[in-house]
């Protein structure tokens, strides 16, 4: 979380996108000139299965406002099937999560082909207008790694 | 002697509080409470013991010791010390009013620990008599009077209050301000109470426990007995017996990156875990066995040989009644000291 | 029961099908019962005890005894047990060929917390007579309805029945519906997310950190755990901040989703009684209602869900959705 000179909240938001879509997304929309909020920081895994719980719980705790999980669409996964375990394995942690109270917004899975430069410019900035909107994150932060 | 009655503990301690921070037993559920600070009208728990352990207050579970930042290239040390505001602990069982004796051994000799010493110094003891022990309680073993606690202020518990006694200036000075609360009466009505907590205790399943087997210099005899395969056996390795023990001092330290600077922490630590005695090359304790071993040799052994004779356990019986398995510190003593009358 | 079970492991032992009875070792004060290996009829008659009280799951000591060279170990297991068993079994954690295992039926166990909640303390006995347990006590003889002091878990009970044995003792029971199982969760469920993160704080806030939730779960069967490896980043030996309690209960209930049997030995040994078994059983609740109902242990040849797919699953906003409704 940042607060600009205006007071007004600018979130952090972590983005895991997967090196063979969601990665290459990002860059078309970069080529094409697309805007998307500078707030997202992006890490690049090799696919969206890489990513484990562990992985989103310790974004939220080194200070991030919301998290997203881009990779190929079902169907595309360049290890066919990583994908499909993923949505599942997301599904119950997000679901997890809302029972713990934890803002249901906060986290969110898309998936985003790397011909998609627009559409990820667009799911960037729809999350991070919804992260802004939800405020700093308060509930799953950890208070030493507050700034 | 002074006495104050049940119905006027809530003024009481609403009153004392103005001094200092008060921190009394609140029940959670029922047969549940933890230390928590006093609130007026909280009803503080009539349970015989908290969960936890009184040690907390002295030696949390987690506390920061220092702190490091670069800045200008520099690295700039952060104290997180702070001066330590007074309180007191009421309801302490005599138990608990002995393992603080045996905290201070370990913290307060030499190297003395600045943390240890800094909470101790601002914290006063009200202990309480204890009317109903429970099955799991062997104090008497250690030689520990139930009925008589050490403290700043003993409260002897009767039907309908406590008989009041300070044993040291600060609880005299405690008290100063709250006579008002406080009746004369006449001490018979002390000495009973006192007296049907000794009954009771000779009562309890565990009265007869004997520490003879036990103390310095046994290692010898007890380090390598076959027996402690099979009391060991069914451990699971949680730190359950040493985190609600008020005795257990045993802590690690470790540094966390909070991304702008660096906490050094120091954290409750347990000899049941598999990393507990992990250093450059090795573990010397690889198998349940000999962690489990360790705990209780030393408490029965290696503490009274470095402290003259003190035992390292004070009898509460919380890992009687916490541990998942319900192996604990009594199944060892009489095991063992079975196996030393055949020898 | 205890003298059926002493007899036939007497038995076992004496014609050498097994070399080793895993059981459980009578206590000091009639309800503290230690799991314990039996290797001769003479300790058996000494020491072996079965009642009310002897809850702990021995399923997770079969991993290191089945190991073990030296003849098969004879193991009594309760139905919650046996689903532990056979999980374990389907994840090759324990060498069936070491094991010979004895269905005993269950009618539920006590839990002694339940028992001093009552009031009752100083416990020196506990008999059954009839539907009551008589408890006597230093303070006098007290008598409670063994109904009502049944560990939680067994009142959420979800089958009577065992889904691996070599031979059975007694009758074979049948599985028991989900809604009572499920009544914690679905409670919380309705409740607001305000609501949910202060009943969640004020639990997890309690936790010390002891691990026995994990080391004691039969599901929790790494080698090194992640949370005890200084190397995995996130080795925690206490609950430094609150995030760390969330984070360490998310992720143990996490990594033994889709495993867990629900046999509540979580919430069992707690020494802080946080109903860790609402965690786990949320993900439960979730898998049977996203990806069919999926019981592990039964090894019936289904999937475990975290390990299979199917291409028409809800996507995640599935519980972003749920909420609007």
């Not at chain 2, 009153?15 to 559920?29: K, Q």
């Not at chain 2, 728990?45 to 936890?52: D, V």
């Not at chain 3, 049948?174 to 609501?195: H, I, Q, S």
Request: a negative charge.
């Amino acid at each position: 979380m940042q607060v600009n000179e205006n007071e007004t909240f600018v979130p952090t938001i972590v983005a895991f996108c997967c090196n063979w879509c969601s990665y290459a997304g990002a860059d078309l929309s970069g080529t094409n000139r697309l805007q998307y909020p500078s707030n997202i920081k992006i890490i690049r895994v090799p696919c969206s299965c890489r990513v484990n719980p562990m992985f989103i719980l310790r974004a939220f705790q080194r200070g991030a406002d919301g998290v997203i999980l881009c990779g190929c669409h079902p169907g595309d996964c360049h290890y066919t099937t990583g994908n499909y375990y993923a949505r599942r394995r997301m599904t119950l942690l997000f679901s997890m999560l809302d029972y713990l109270g934890i803002e249901r917004g906060r986290t969110r899975v898309e998936w985003v082909s790397a011909a998609e430069g627009q559409k990820f410019a667009e799911t960037m900035k729809s999350f991070a207008a919804e992260i802004a909107a939800l405020g700093p994150n308060r509930r799953l932060e950890d208070l030493r790694c507050r700034k | 002697m002074k006495f104050l009655k049940r119905t006027d503990l809530d003024c009481f301690l609403t009153a004392a509080a103005e001094h200092r921070t008060i921190y009394v037993p609140i029940d959670e559920e029922p047969n549940k409470s933890a230390y928590r600070r006093y609130k007026p009208r909280t009803p503080v728990s009539q349970g015989l013991k908290t969960t936890r352990s009184a040690k907390d207050f002295f030696f949390p579970q987690t506390e920061n010791l220092v702190g490091f930042r670069i800045e200008d290239k520099k690295i700039k040390i952060l104290d997180p010390r702070t001066e330590h505001e007074d309180f007191a602990v009421f309801g302490v069982r005599a138990c608990d009013a002995r393992s603080f004796g045996i905290l201070d051994k370990v913290f307060l000799s030499e190297p003395v620990d600045t943390y240890y010493q800094n909470r101790r110094a601002h914290g006063l003891i009200l202990t309480m008599t204890c009317r109903r022990p429970a099955e799991t309680c062997f104090c008497t073993a250690f030689g520990i009077d139930p009925a008589s606690p050490e403290g700043d202020i003993v409260f002897t518990e009767t039907a309908d209050g406590w008989y009041i006694e300070p044993k040291t200036e600060g609880g005299r000075d405690f008290l100063a301000p709250l006579e008002e609360f406080l009746e004369e009466r006449d001490e018979g009505g002390a000495e009973e109470a006192k007296a049907r907590t000794r009954e009771t205790m000779e009562k309890l399943p565990l009265a007869g426990l004997k520490t003879d087997s036990f103390g310095g210099g046994k290692t010898k005899e007890l380090f390598d007995r076959p027996e402690w395969a099979s009391l060991s056996e069914a451990c699971i390795g949680c730190g359950t017996c040493t985190f609600v023990c008020p005795t257990c001092q045993c802590y690690d330290i470790r540094d966390y990156d909070t991304g702008r600077e660096v906490r050094r922490f120091r954290c409750w630590d347990s000899c049941m875990y598999s990393d507990f005695t992990k250093m450059a090359g090795g573990n010397p304790r690889l198998t349940q066995k000999e962690r489990f071993r360790q705990r209780f040799m030393h408490k029965l052994v290696y503490f009274p040989e470095n402290n003259g004779g003190e035992f390292g356990c004070v009898g509460c019986g919380r890992c009687l009644a916490s541990c998942p398995i319900h192996m604990n510190i009594v199944k060892v003593m009489k095991t063992l000291s079975e196996g030393q009358d055949e020898q | 029961m205890q003298e059926m079970m002493k007899n036939r492991a007497k038995a076992l032992l004496a014609d050498g099908t097994v070399s080793r009875v895993i059981g459980w070792r009578r206590g000091e004060f009639s309800y503290d019962v230690t799991p314990a290996v039996f290797e001769t009829a003479e300790e058996l008659e000494r020491d072996f005890v079965f009642d009310a009280f002897c809850g702990a799951n021995v399923s997770k000591y079969l991993i290191r005894e089945s190991a073990k060279d030296g003849g098969r170990i004879l193991a009594f297991l309760k139905p919650c047990d046996a689903f532990s068993f056979n999980q374990l079994l389907a994840e090759h954690r324990v060498r069936r060929e070491n094991v010979y295992l004895i269905g005993i039926p269950c009618a539920g166990k006590a839990d002694i917390d339940r028992i001093k909640k009552a009031g009752i303390d100083g416990v020196l006995g506990i008999a059954e007579d009839g539907e009551d347990f008589v408890v006597s006590t230093v303070y006098g003889e007290e008598r409670v309805k063994q109904a009502d002091v049944l560990a939680e878990r067994c009142l959420a009970c979800k089958s009577k029945r065992h889904p691996v044995y070599d031979e059975l003792l007694g009758e074979e029971g049948e599985d028991l519906p989900d809604d009572v199982r499920f009544a914690g969760v679905a409670k919380l469920e309705t409740m607001t997310a305000e609501e949910r993160f202060d009943f969640w704080r004020s639990e997890l806030s309690k936790c010390i950190r002891c691990n026995a939730c994990r080391n004691v779960c039969p599901a929790c069967t790494c080698e090194n755990c992640v949370f005890d490896n200084p190397d995995s980043g996130i080795s925690q030996k206490t609950a430094a901040d609150p995030f760390e309690e969330n984070m360490y209960h998310i992720i143990r209930a996490f990594h033994v989703a889709g495993r867990c049997t629900d046999c509540g030995e979580c919430s069992r040994v707690c020494p802080e009684h946080i109903p860790l078994h609402l965690l786990n059983r949320k993900f439960i609740k979730d898998i049977d209602e996203l990806y069919g109902t999926y019981r592990a242990g039964e090894d019936d040849g289904t999937k475990n869900p975290l390990t299979s797919y199917t291409e028409g699953d809800a996507e995640a906003s599935v519980v972003r959705e749920r909420g609007r409704a």
